[in-house]
């Protein structure tokens, strides 16, 4: 039998799930408050309807937090799909589709830590993390919600949200662990060294 300190440091456990769940799940609650923000503010971009992408990032934020947090492969998803049931579970107006989409916006952010064999988790890697994030709503939103839009407003769309991610998921992510690792939040886990 391995002894903690013999145990790799990519095996899972139970604490990390159980934060990886409890992240999930707050963010979850923040998706569902977030999600009436987003209905409530549709008038104020009538104007131009891709800049709302703005504020976009936060439903990118889990997949990064989760990497960050964790330092595990597969924090990233368990995180941005307990967020995504959780935001389903309280109810949405995109229905079921959120679950995929959490399960890519977790799984884009863990292929960059993985292109990094799992040593960096810096700013320039969370940034990353969050642009590639990115990438599932992109792709989701112009081919399922958005594709009778003309190019432009799919262009701007695609920066409004890759610039908001890369804020509040990537720089916002990055940050929010720093200061819980100053808290002592993070004792159990690598990422309270940095």
Do not use: C, N
Request: aromatic share 12%.
């Amino acid at each position: 039998m391995k002894t903690s300190a013999q145990r790799s440091p990519y095996a899972w456990r139970t604490v990390d799930i159980v934060v990886a769940a409890v992240l999930g799940v707050a963010i979850g609650v923040v998706f569902w408050f977030w999600g009436m923000l987003w209905q409530a503010t549709e008038p104020l971009f009538i104007f131009f309807p891709p800049a709302q992408a703005v504020i976009y990032g936060i439903w990118l934020l889990p997949g990064v937090l989760g990497m960050l947090v964790l330092r595990k492969p597969g924090a990233g998803i368990l995180t941005s799909v307990a967020a995504a049931t959780v935001s389903a579970l309280l109810g949405t107006h995109w229905g079921m589709i959120v679950l995929v989409a959490g399960f890519l916006q977790g799984l884009l952010p863990e292929l960059v830590f993985l292109a990094g064999r799992y040593r960096s988790w810096g700013m320039a890697a969370s940034v990353l993390a969050a642009a590639a994030a990115a990438l599932a709503p992109i792709g989701m939103d112009l081919t399922m919600s958005y594709a009778d839009w003309p190019v432009s407003f799919m262009a701007a769309y695609a920066v409004f949200v890759a610039v908001s991610s890369v804020l509040i998921a990537g720089v916002g992510g990055r940050l929010l662990t720093t200061a819980l690792a100053r808290a002592g939040a993070l004792t159990p886990f690598p990422s309270a060294r940095g």
